[in-house]
């Protein structure tokens, strides 16, 4: 059983005189077995989901995810920011338990939380885990190279893009063998672990994938992955060094063929998620060079 009702119990004796320590124990003693919290604090996260959970694997490993840090990387990072931008960077300002309660308008100036669990899980989802959208859909949703704060000056990295092999230049779309294979996408490489007991260094709530991954399908992708990765980077340099030598940036094939390399560039440096496009890609960029730099 969880041992939700601790946490409370604690808090409530600090606040309370001793007076009321008693009639406390009484409320709390009547909770147990319930689900219900009843008391307040003022910490950050108001969410409070480690009043029940704290204890809990998911909620150890989130402390070592870099969905812990988003906010600060967000304020300390080289761009422009702007309220829009804590859609995805902040949250769990709202009491799930306080129906009646008005939800806050967070800005910049106000953030204290980061990626925490109110984005990707609520009580009053009907989802298993209680998830906020489809599994399929959850890490995509921010995970994405438009970050719809157009004109800020930032490109998110492209993992969605790349997995699901679309919005590149002059290449068909190209699904990664994945996206079949793996019925909760990202979750299967980022969130696998061997025991769901313990705390893990990868996968679960650290959400960070593991090559080890890979063999539950794959011989030998060690081998791949490196021949896969030194093709790929060899690729990256023709096309950076045309790209260094183009007479007109503003041409539409300068944009294509850049994009489709900051794509891959954006993709763990190499393309990782989709080896199949990100080839594709870069060939079509290379097949742009006549166009670039050919009245050289
Ligand atoms: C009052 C205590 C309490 C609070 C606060 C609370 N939970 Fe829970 N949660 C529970 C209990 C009890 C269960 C198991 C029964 C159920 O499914 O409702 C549970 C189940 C879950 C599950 C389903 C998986 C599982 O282990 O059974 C998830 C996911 C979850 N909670 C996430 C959260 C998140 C995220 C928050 C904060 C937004 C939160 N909970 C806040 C008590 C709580
Ligand atoms: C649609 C969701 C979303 C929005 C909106 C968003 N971000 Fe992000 N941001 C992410 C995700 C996901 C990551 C982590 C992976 C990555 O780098 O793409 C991230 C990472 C970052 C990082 C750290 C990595 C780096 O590139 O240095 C910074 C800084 C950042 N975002 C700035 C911003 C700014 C500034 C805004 C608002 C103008 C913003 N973000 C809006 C999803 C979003
Ligand atoms: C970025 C999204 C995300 C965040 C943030 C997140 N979770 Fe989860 N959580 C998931 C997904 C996805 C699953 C289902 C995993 C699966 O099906 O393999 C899950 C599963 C769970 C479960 C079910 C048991 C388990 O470990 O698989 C619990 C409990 C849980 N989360 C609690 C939390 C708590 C507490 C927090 C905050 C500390 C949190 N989660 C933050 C995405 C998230
Ligand atoms: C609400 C938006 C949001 C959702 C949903 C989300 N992420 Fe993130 N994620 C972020 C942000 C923002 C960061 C950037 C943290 C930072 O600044 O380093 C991040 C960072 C990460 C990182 C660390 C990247 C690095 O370079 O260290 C991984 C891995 C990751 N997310 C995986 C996932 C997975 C897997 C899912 C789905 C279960 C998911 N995320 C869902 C917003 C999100
Ligand atoms: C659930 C099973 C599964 C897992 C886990 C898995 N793959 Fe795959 N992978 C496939 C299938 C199916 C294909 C398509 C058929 C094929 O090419 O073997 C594929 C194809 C590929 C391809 C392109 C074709 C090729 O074989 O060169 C690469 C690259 C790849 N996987 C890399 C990885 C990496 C890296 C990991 C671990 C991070 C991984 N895979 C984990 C099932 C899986
Ligand atoms: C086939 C397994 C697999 C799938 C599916 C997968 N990833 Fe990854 N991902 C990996 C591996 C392996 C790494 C590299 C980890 C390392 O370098 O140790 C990685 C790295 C990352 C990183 C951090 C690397 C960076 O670019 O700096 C992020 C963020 C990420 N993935 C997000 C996602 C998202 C979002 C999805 C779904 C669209 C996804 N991944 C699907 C296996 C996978």
């Known amino acids: 059983m969880r041992n939700?009702?601790?946490?409370?119990f604690s808090m409530l004796m600090v606040v309370l005189l001793s007076l009321m320590a008693a009639l406390t124990l009484t409320v709390i003693a009547a909770q147990i077995g319930t689900s219900e919290v009843e008391p307040h604090t003022d910490s950050p996260f108001a969410e409070k989901c480690y009043t029940c959970h704290g204890n809990e694997v998911a909620y150890k490993e989130w402390e070592f995810s870099g969905h812990k840090h988003a906010l600060t990387n967000l304020i300390e990072g080289p761009y422009e920011t702007r309220d829009s931008c804590l859609s995805c960077h902040s949250a769990g300002y709202d009491d799930p338990t306080r129906n009646w309660g008005e939800k806050q308008e967070i800005t910049l100036k106000t953030a204290v939380n980061a990626v925490s669990c109110s984005l990707c899980h609520s009580h009053r989802s009907h989802r298993k885990d209680y998830l906020t959208k489809s599994i399929?859909?959850?890490?995509?949703?921010?995970?994405?190279?438009?970050?719809?704060?157009?004109?800020?000056?930032?490109?998110?990295?492209?993992?969605s893009e790349m997995f699901l092999g679309r919005e590149g230049a002059g290449v068909k779309r190209m699904p990664s063998p994945h996206v079949k294979v793996m019925k909760k996408r990202c979750v299967h490489c980022h969130m696998a672990k061997e025991d769901s007991e313990t705390?893990?260094?990868?996968?679960?709530h650290t959400f960070?994938?593991?090559?080890?991954?890979?063999?539950?399908?794959?011989?030998?992708?060690?081998q791949k992955i490196k021949k896969y990765r030194t093709e790929i980077e060899q690729k990256m340099q023709a096309v950076k060094a045309i790209l260094d030598q183009a007479n007109d940036r503003e041409d539409e094939n300068y944009k294509q063929a850049k994009l489709n390399y900051d794509m891959v560039k954006g993709d763990s440096g190499y393309g990782l998620h989709n080896a199949i496009y990100a080839n594709a890609l870069l060939d079509y960029s290379l097949s742009l060079e006549q166009e670039l730099i050919g009245n050289r």
Request: net charge positive; glycine share 10%.
């Open 4 to 8: 939700h009702t601790f946490p409370s």
């Open 136 to 159: 399929k859909s959850l890490c995509i949703s921010c995970h994405k190279m438009d970050c719809g704060c157009a004109g800020a000056g930032i490109i998110h990295q492209s993992q």
């Open 199 to 204: 705390i893990a260094k990868h996968g679960g």
């Open 208 to 222: 960070k994938a593991n090559f080890s991954t890979c063999k539950q399908c794959h011989e030998d992708m060690d």
